[in-house]
């Protein structure tokens, strides 16, 4: 059954159109040839990797969102891939060194193993292809938002980088995104919040101009979120 938290913060973060292309615009440098994007929900990034007419596959392990995807994206590739499936192996092995690059956006939280799930995109990926990795960052944020939507932890740049290497990748550019973030899940967390409001979401949209310069300013050394783009060893 999908997640009713999580189905209505992406709805409400599919409105913020400059933050949704901001975050696209960041990892976009990264990407190449053939990509695989794991845990799509109801395609806010995948859009602009459609529009800018990128080779892409789009997945999610939900029945809900797989359906949404097909129905939203009728001539993309759709797959429904579970990282953790007790038969991994089996189940996959045709899209096996299939893909160049494999992206992961705010997916890593929800997966009690996050290990297995970083080993098993290794197998999705080419040699030499390129892991994208995007999860919430530091565990002091930790809040009654992130219960709800199912998050079983937040990440440091060095715990990210760790867990990855683990697995056999290289990591290449590690960066914090959306340094003002912080404070306004900060003032989530004070209040209680349980869910992104949409007005709030709404005004951060118009301040991603600003946001984006923070960033710059702060050479991307903290951020609401952690990246990790990282190579997957010959």
């Known amino acids: ?10 709805e409400v973060i599919a409105k913020a159109d400059k933050f949704n292309r901001w975050m696209y615009e960041t990892i976009r440098p990264y990407c190449r040839d053939n990509i695989l994007e794991i845990g799509s929900g109801i395609g806010n990034i995948s859009q602009f990797f459609i529009n800018d007419g990128c ?10 969102y797989f359906n949404e995807l097909k129905k939203k994206f ?9 990282l953790v499936h007790e038969n991994f192996s089996r189940e996959y092995d045709e899209f096996f060194q299939a893909f160049d690059t494999v ?15 970083i ?13 994208i990795v995007l999860v919430p960052a530091y565990s002091f944020l930790f809040s009654k938002m992130d219960k709800e939507l199912q998050h079983y932890r937040r990440y440091t740049s060095k715990k990210l980088t760790g867990l990855i290497s683990k697995k056999k990748f290289t990591a290449k550019k590690v960066l914090y995104f959306n340094a003002l973030g912080i404070m306004a899940w900060m003032y989530g967390k004070l209040f209680g919040l349980h869910s992104i ?15 984006r310069l923070i960033d710059k300013i702060l ?16």
């Open 197 to 211: 409001p949409e007005k709030n979401m709404k005004l951060f949209n118009h301040l991603v101009p600003f946001a």
């Open 119 to 131: 080993e098993n995109c290794r197998h999705f990926l080419k040699p030499g292809g390129t892991l």
């Open 219 to 234: 050479f991307r050394k903290a951020g609401l979120s952690v990246i990790v783009v990282a190579q997957k060893n010959l």
């Open 103 to 117: 992206v992961f956006l705010n997916v890593l939280e929800h997966v009690r193993n996050d290990e297995l799930a």
């Open 74 to 82: 009728n001539r993309i590739n759709v797959l429904s891939i579970d």
């Open 55 to 64: 080779s892409i596959t789009l997945s999610d392990t939900d029945n809900f």
């Open 1 to 10: 059954m999908t997640d009713a938290t999580g189905y209505q913060t992406l």
